[in-house]
């Protein structure tokens, strides 16, 4: 499978472009120079040689991972997971213990992003989740904190916190079995088996389901909002949760809000959430947030002054992702446009205008909105400006259209043409279709919620 995927990467590539995904410019500078250097056990490792691209993974693992499966499993049928990895790695490590299996990674691909308590930067917003994650991955035997349940809003280490408590127990308790999912992907795996089960008569596929998440010593599901609601996932977490609970298994769970908060949630299982302990992580103050660029710094070859970290500290409040993000948009910037000069404050302004303005109220157009909202859903921009009708990207366009209508004062017409529709009837579609699936779509209320925040609008 390996050879095919690479015999057949360049009909891959032309696929994102055909179907409106990337442009042709993205996929020169994000997508051809990328290598793929293994595939083993459905896992394809890709390589970056970080002095040609720079310091890119984070950019590309967001923007194309997800359009890149799509579009393999489009072309060679085959289901794939991925891991981005720098050239200069396997010239540390040595290409033989790669091969010969010996990184977690291959086994467990969520660890690849490198999350663990040693590079968790603590402080005074988020010491007693650290605190509670630490004894629960210590002690792994659901005795301590059962379930922990860490709740924030976007961006504010919760996913590093849930990463960091499996790789500890997985590097030192190597007769615990642990399964870290996302809803997302946990809802995936239901639909898949209820589809498996009805199409090829498959009756051992929701069999299967449950195996692999119930026959686990430890069991950590992120963003749990997003299930509940929907009634097949909800009941079939909600069952694996009993199950493993009575078993005396540990839970680890994440949200963005408390249970006491979820209306939507059996007032049987809010019980059940804050029977352990439910922990939330607030927003990082201005020393934190300095902490935390300079923990970044380290693990970067190129170096930002203090001057620079200290505006980007003071002036991106939000959230540890949009402090990295930033970051690495300065370092992005300044490779692209001014190669081979230092990286001045007057450049990391420029990099960083889009999102800061310190003296001046920001401005919400149309065009920033779209940006936004494709970043927001890892689309490119011209995906959602294109024809294409299929539902991951009709949704993001009529959230567009939405907030267009809600944040600038543009009329429909010229949003319309702003998105490139063909007349505002589309538009008023789209709005009213945001409008009525709002109040009882709980993921589009939080991916709106997020949007705004990125966009200052809150």
């Given amino acids: 499978m390996e050879n095919e995927i690479k015999d057949k990467w360049s009909e891959i590539t032309t696929y994102l472009v055909n179907e409106g995904i990337i442009t042709q410019p993205v996929r020169r500078v994000w997508i051809d120079p990328l290598e793929i250097y293994s595939y083993e056990n459905h896992t394809l490792v890709i390589v970056v040689d970080e002095e040609i691209s720079g310091d890119i993974i984070n950019v590309i693992e967001k923007k194309y991972k997800s359009a890149l499966q799509l579009a393999i499993e489009e072309v060679t049928g085959e289901q794939v997971n991925i891991v981005f990895k720098y050239k200069k790695e396997f010239a540390s490590q040595g290409v033989s213990s790669y091969i010969n299996g010996n990184h977690l990674e291959e086994k467990y691909p969520f660890l690849s992003n490198g999350h663990s308590f040693d590079n968790f930067v603590v402080s005074g917003s988020n010491n007693i989740a650290y605190a509670a994650s630490i004894a629960v991955a210590e002690n792994p035997d659901g005795q301590i904190y059962n379930p922990l349940f860490i709740y924030s809003g976007p961006g504010l280490g919760k996913t590093h916190l849930m990463h960091s408590i499996a790789r500890y127990i997985i590097e030192n308790r190597p007769d615990y079995t642990v399964t870290y999912t996302t809803s997302e992907d946990f809802m995936n795996s239901v ?54 609970y009575q078993s005396g298994k540990q839970l680890v769970i994440s949200s963005d809000r ?41 693990q970067s ?76 859903y890892s689309l490119d921009k011209e995906a959602i400006l294109s024809t294409k009708k299929t539902k991951d990207i009709v949704v993001p366009r009529q959230v567009c259209m939405y907030l267009c209508n809600e944040l600038t004062n543009l009329t429909q017409s010229e949003i319309a043409a702003k998105l490139k529709r063909t007349n505002h009837t589309t538009v008023i579609h789209g709005v009213n279709k945001i409008k009525k699936d709002l109040p009882v779509d709980n993921e589009l209320q939080s991916s709106i919620q997020i949007i705004k925040q990125k966009l200052n609008a809150n």
């Fill in 191 to 244: 639909v898949e088996a209820i589809r498996t089960n009805k199409e090829k008569g498959d009756a051992n596929a929701t069999a299967r389901l449950r195996k692999k998440y119930r026959n686990v010593d430890v069991l950590l599901i992120d963003d749990i909002q997003f299930i509940i609601g929907k009634d097949s996932t909800q009941v079939e977490f909600f069952n694996t949760f009993e199950s493993l």
């Fill in 258 to 298: 408390p249970p006491s908060q979820m209306e939507q949630l059996d007032m049987r299982y809010r019980s059940r959430f804050n029977a352990g302990m439910t922990i939330d992580i607030q927003p990082p103050d201005f020393e934190t947030s300095m902490a935390i660029l300079r923990n970044k710094q380290e």
């Fill in 301 to 376: 070859d190129i170096k930002l002054s203090e001057e620079i970290l200290d505006y980007i500290a003071s002036n991106i409040k939000s959230n540890i992702r949009d402090l990295e993000g930033a970051y690495n948009k300065v370092l992005l910037y300044s490779r692209f446009t001014k190669p081979n000069e230092e990286i001045t404050l007057s450049i990391a302004e420029n990099a960083l205008k889009d999102f800061i303005s310190p003296d001046e109220e920001m401005i919400i157009t149309a065009d920033y909105i779209i940006e936004v909202v494709a970043d927001h």
